[in-house]
């Protein structure tokens, strides 16, 4: 069943671009969206030499996800998996990479702990999102480390002219309650905005059981048959001043702080429940001078979790990493610009449980270099950086990118690129698993596209393949991390979008081949939680005040561990919505998410929620 729906899926995804190509000839005349993660500047989607997609916040409410992740699954090139539900624990896979290959910027700014090498995707509020670039490919020539699968960046709440007041609340199945609100003042010369965000639920039964192998299922053999609830409260400000033209000053803060309830056995002292705290802080001053701007920027993220049973202390993990970056832009000519720039950032990171603990730091320094030249119909891009880390000491990443425009709309692009992660302090530090002689994770990159946009629609194909050295993982033989495994990456992405009697489509399908490249018993096996074929479509219809639209996921199997001894099946999901304006300014939404209930796992033993029910009422001036 699971390969059948799947394959449809992915039929459906292909199908739709080349049905419209026959139905629409003319070109667009629409506005072009900007991004500015992949290049470190602000270029086109259409320009990008990378294979990027922007979610705005028109789609963010448009979809009614309810978190982050349920706003990037099934997104092209992304594998999600949750331990659980709602404010759980969830790992994101980019183009079959590690979990922790991926970059997340929030506002500019490095998140994700230093300790375990994740960003807490469950805790950074949708309803604080304005909108989400998301980059595949590597980026370390100019990020640095952790940029090998590629560079995801979350954009909070923007402030718009004028006065601007907004709210919202709703609730719905496994008790769910949630509300929002928010004011812009926007002026000539300043702004200030600020947000605030709930969310909280009972929750379901987030793990079950396994008495084969021991401990299988969430450490123990007979979980809490109980819900597991978790509850957010979050608040984003932000504000800034123009004091002359081409003069601008801003900061921004995000605070989240959350409570997660979890299923862990009490016979080793494990907690259940965690309290945590998600925090970045940052600000930017940039002086466009004409031929060159010049942009200062820094932050800092703190990544913070106590975990406690019965309010008896469990363990504790905290991160902190501050950041800061010079960055000047030269317009050399027309259609050609330089960019130079070096990065400052420091890790400190706190462990402890009742047996042991450690306190680590360290710090990086970096300077980088890209050219971006536009020549007729062709596009050039290239990059280079080198960093100098007080831990594992100098590494040089590059990359080069090349486009050109055809007729009717056709456009190719080539890229290659190096990247790099550095190990986290857990990989180094942590005791009976640390091994503090480990050298970063290396990885090259080749990738080729092909796309195409009209009047109606647009669809981009890119085909890459990854080689990854030094992997780390557990070495039985030294009993500590290791430097021991290598992996090779080979995939493809479709993306396109069309509308077709008013109705609009969107969808992604994508193949990805992570395997296991060191020789030895899993040589050649799929790395595990990656699901190697998915596909997303979601088609929209407005009717005057009212709207409907509907999402169809679906992904195939995958393996639990590295000997792919363990399957989980794959899945199909199908959500429904709908929308009306009531007024103006205000609008009822509701959903339906996994309409036919389907029962499947991302994780073994954390089953995901069934059929779920919501109604949310919003306002926002306008």
């Known amino acids: 069943m699971s390969r059948n729906t799947l394959a449809a899926a992915v039929a459906v ?7 419209v190509a ?13 991004t500015v993660t992949g290049t470190r500047t602000a270029v086109t989607v259409d320009d990008s030499l990378s294979a990027v997609e922007v979610i705005d916040r028109a789609e963010i409410e448009r979809t009614q996800a309810q978190s982050l992740p349920d706003l990037l699954r099934g997104r092209a090139g992304i594998n999600l998996v949750n331990q659980g539900g709602k404010g759980k624990l969830t790992t994101l896979f980019l183009r079959g990479s590690e979990s922790d290959h991926t970059l997340f910027l929030i506002d500019g700014v490095r998140v994700g702990s230093s300790t375990s090498g994740l960003t807490a995707l469950q805790d950074i509020p949708v309803e604080l999102i304005e909108r989400i670039e998301i980059v595949r490919g590597p980026r370390s020539s100019l990020y640095g480390s952790d ?3 590629g560079v995801i960046q979350v954009f909070t709440r923007r402030t718009q002219q004028g006065v601007r007041p907004r709210f919202m609340v709703g609730g719905g199945t496994n008790d769910l309650r949630e509300m929002s609100a928010g004011v812009d003042f926007g002026f000539d010369r300043a702004w200030f905005g600020a947000d605030y965000s709930h969310q909280a639920t009972d929750g379901f039964n987030s793990c079950t059981g396994a008495a084969t192998p021991v401990f299988a299922g969430c450490f123990m053999d007979n979980p809490d048959p109980d819900a597991d609830g978790y509850e957010s409260n979050a608040i984003s400000v932000r504000g800034g001043v123009r004091p002359v033209d081409g003069l601008s000053i801003e900061g921004h803060a995000l605070r989240n702080e959350g409570r997660n309830e979890f299923d862990a056995d009490p016979m080793f002292g494990l907690g259940d429940v965690s309290n945590t705290v998600q925090q970045v802080v940052g600000g930017k001053a940039k002086w ?3 031929r060159v701007s010049l942009t200062l920027a820094g932050g800092n993220n ?3 979790s106590l975990q406690s049973r019965d309010d008896a202390f469990a363990d504790f993990f905290e991160s902190h990493r501050a950041s800061a970056s010079l960055q000047a832009d030269v317009r050399v000519a027309t259609g050609q610009v330089a960019t130079f720039g070096y990065d400052w950032q420091r890790d400190t990171g706190h462990v402890e449980d009742l047996f042991s603990q450690y306190d680590a730091r360290r710090q990086n320094r970096a300077v980088f270099a890209q050219y971006q ?5 062709h596009d050039v891009q290239a990059s280079v950086r080198r960093d100098d880390n007080e831990q594992f000491g100098g590494h040089t990443t590059g990359a080069l990118a090349w486009g050109m425009d055809l007729s009717n709309g056709f456009r190719i692009t080539a890229n290659a690129g190096s990247a790099f992660k550095a190990p986290t302090f857990n990989e180094l530090y942590f005791p009976f698993f640390g091994n503090p002689d480990l050298a970063p994770e290396e990885s090259e990159t080749f990738e080729l596209g092909v796309g195409q946009k009209r009047n109606a629609w647009h669809w981009d194909v890119h085909a890459f393949q990854t080689d990854v050295d030094n992997l780390i993982v557990y070495d039985s033989s030294i009993f500590v991390a290791n430097n021991i495994e290598s992996a090779r990456i080979r995939g493809a992405e479709l993306t396109g979008g069309f509308t077709l009697a008013e109705w609009t489509f969107a969808g992604a399908a994508s193949y990805v081949d992570p395997r296991n490249d060191t020789a030895g018993t899993n040589d050649d096996k799929v790395l595990p939680r990656r699901s190697r074929a998915s596909g997303r479509l979601d088609v929209d219809r407005a009717f005057g005040d009212l709207s409907v639209g509907a999402t169809w996921m679906a992904e195939d199997r995958r393996f639990e561990n590295v000997d792919n001894s363990i399957e989980l ?3 199909s999901t199908f959500d429904l919505r709908g929308a009306w304006r009531v007024a103006e300014a205000w609008t009822l939404q509701a959903r339906v998410s996994n309409v036919f209930d389907r029962e499947y796992e991302t994780a073994a033993y954390y089953p995901q929620a069934g059929r779920e029910f919501g109604l949310v009422l919003r306002y926002a001036a306008r």
């Open 373 to 377: 030249g536009a020549f007729g119909a």
């Open 288 to 290: 466009d001078l004409g």
């Open 22 to 34: 026959f139905a629409q000839s003319q070109d667009a005349d629409t506005l072009d969206e900007v």
């Open 13 to 19: 995804a292909i199908a739709f671009t080349s049905h």
């Open 302 to 304: 703190v990544d913070r």
């Open 569 to 571: 099946p794959g899945y």
């Open 147 to 149: 940029a090998i699968g």
